[in-house]
């Protein structure tokens, strides 16, 4: 992890606010293009989480989508350089996505937007709606691997006491009920189960740090334990893997192809629960 990962990320808007004039800061803005057109942050620019997936964390695909990630990031105009603070509606599993991969490609300051563009409006700031296209940049792919898990990371994990497998998926997912597209439902055999949902407050902000180090204790999650979270894709993980770094967690990585590729990917073991 970065020299970064000391300092918190989470931004609240008045933060964001004194600071929209610094020409080396960039907000970026993950919501669907509809949300926005319809208003956004001033100076804002749009970049979208969507379009890139991976369901093969093994070595060759799994460089290849970390390049077309850097390059979005390139078409974004973002430099090495820059200062970049994510928001999306709230302090959603989209834009922790795209917190967890600048992280990923080594930039060294990425904040998050508590709350998002609601928390924005809901204290009173401006939504613009001009854009101005950015001028795309050349950005060095420098992937810091140890944020990142693969499948043959969790197999190792599933026998390894030392080490948590989180599952931040829905209920449903975990006990088995919905695949989500895969070929097999389940869990991760020895996994622990935290909906991502559940770092949360009603508003959609992030909970305060004891709230947040009491839920992930009760999953037997410490400061220091080294964990790997997964969901279906990597979004909610990379919520966990933002909620963990508020709390100064130093070894947590983000199974990006989480149960798209477990589910499907046969040699890999699954436990069914069930709610019986």
Not at 238 to 253: D, E, I, P, T
């Amino acid at each position: 992890m970065t020299s970064a990962a000391a300092a918190s990320p989470l931004w609240d808007p008045a933060t964001l606010a004194a600071r929209l004039d610094d020409e080396r800061l960039v907000v970026l803005d993950v919501r669907r293009g509809e949300r926005y057109a319809n208003g956004h942050i001033p100076g804002a620019r749009h970049f979208s989480v969507y379009g890139i997936n991976t369901y093969d964390s093994d070595p060759a695909p799994l460089a290849s989508f970390t390049r077309m990630w850097a390059f979005q990031i390139a078409g974004a105009g973002i430099r090495r350089e820059d200062e970049v603070v994510v928001c999306g509606e709230f302090t959603d599993e989209s834009a922790a996505r795209a917190f967890w991969f600048l992280e990923y490609l080594g930039h060294e300051r990425v904040a998050m937007l508590d709350g998002g563009v609601r928390a924005w409006e809901a204290a009173g700031h401006p939504l613009a709606h001009e854009a101005t296209a950015p001028k795309a940049s050349a950005y060095p792919c420098e992937a810091v691997q140890s944020v990142c898990a693969t499948w043959s990371d969790v197999a190792t994990a599933i026998g390894d006491p030392s080490t948590v497998i989180l599952d931040t998926r829905t209920d449903g997912e975990w006990y088995g009920e919905d695949a989500r597209g895969a070929a097999r439902a389940g869990a991760v055999p020895n996994a622990v189960h935290l909906e991502w949902v559940h770092s949360l407050d009603d508003k959609g902000c992030m909970l305060d740090a004891d709230a947040l180090r009491e839920r992930y204790a009760s999953v037997g999650i410490t400061r220091e334990t080294p964990v790997i979270a997964y969901c279906n894709t990597g979004y909610r993980s990379a919520h966990a893997y933002l909620a963990l770094r508020l709390l100064g967690h130093r070894n947590v990585r983000n199974y990006i192809a989480s149960w798209q590729e477990w589910g499907n990917r046969m040699e890999c073991p699954i436990v069914v629960h069930g709610r019986g």
